[in-house]
Every structure is written in C-alpha cells, then in structure tokens.
C-alpha cells in the first residue's frame, strides 16, 4: 500500500512539474514573441525616420560635387551630380534611417589650384569636414547617419 501510495505521489508530482514548466515555457514563448515585436518595431522606425542635414563645399577650382540625395535605399543611395558647381555650394537633403550623408566634391586641375573643403551638418552639428587641395584632389565627406549613430551603444 505504501509503495502505491509513493508511486502515485511521485506521479503527481512529476505531472505537475511537467505541467509548472510547460506554463514556464508558453510564459517564455509570450516574451520572446513580445521582444521580438518590439525589436522589429524599433527597427522599422529607424530605417523610416527623416532626418534633414546639409552639405557644404567652399574653395576654388571644383569640377563636380557628387551626394546622396535621399533617394535609394541605405545599401545602394543615389548619388546625384552638380558639374561645375559655383562655390561656395550649399544644398539640404532629407535622408531616412541609416542612410549615410554622402558629398564627394572632385577637382581635376593640371596646374594645382584646387583648393576645397567639404562639410556635413546636421542641427547646426558638424557630422564630417575634410579639406583637399592638389592638382586632382576629391574628398569625400561620409558621415553616419545621426539616427544609427543615436542608437549605438
């Protein structure tokens, strides 16, 4: 009779434990599911977040300005042409997400009078500046997007 009664005793008790961590597991699956939709919310809202920033070339003797234009995707952006810009060039661009501000101003000058600088601001914040001079000097100002950049650890 005792040996039934511990029989049946460690039945119940295995059967409830098996139950406890099926509980525990189906709890574990709901946060997992819950983590999981938050993170592909966030993401979502970071790769569709605006954000404005302007590029500035000063100097002489720049033959082309390339830059990202907003359009594209973060992994192929369009780049668009200025030829023969005059100086000095400002324009503002609206960018999403990752997208990284791109201006690459270009000069071909046999007699080495090309002097530039290139410059990306974001809210008055100067994201990239570099200065390029020489007979064939280009300079390409890449900065990263200040919406990755906020989410970096």
């Not at 699956?29 to 993401?43: F, G, I, L, P, T």
């Not at 009078?113 to 890449?142: M, N, Q, Y």
Request: hydrophobic share 40%.
């Amino acid at each position: 009779m005792r040996r039934s009664l511990r029989n049946t005793t460690a039945a119940a008790l295995a059967t409830g434990l098996v139950l406890a961590l099926s509980a525990c597991s189906a709890a574990e699956d709901a946060v997992k599911d819950k983590v999981k939709d938050e993170a592909s919310k966030a993401v979502d809202q970071t790769v569709n977040k605006e954000y404005q920033v302007t590029y500035e070339v000063t100097g002489k003797n720049v033959d082309s300005i390339e830059f990202a234009n907003g359009k594209g995707d973060a992994l192929n952006p369009t780049l668009e042409t200025v030829n023969k810009p005059q100086l000095p060039w400002t324009k503002t661009v609206t960018l999403r997400g990752v997208m990284a501000p791109t201006v690459i101003p270009s000069a071909l000058d046999a007699a080495g009078g090309a002097d530039f600088t290139c410059k990306v601001t974001h809210e008055g914040k100067v994201l990239v500046e570099k200065k390029s001079s020489g007979a064939a000097a280009v300079s390409p100002c890449i900065a990263v997007s200040p919406i990755a950049a906020n989410k970096l650890p």
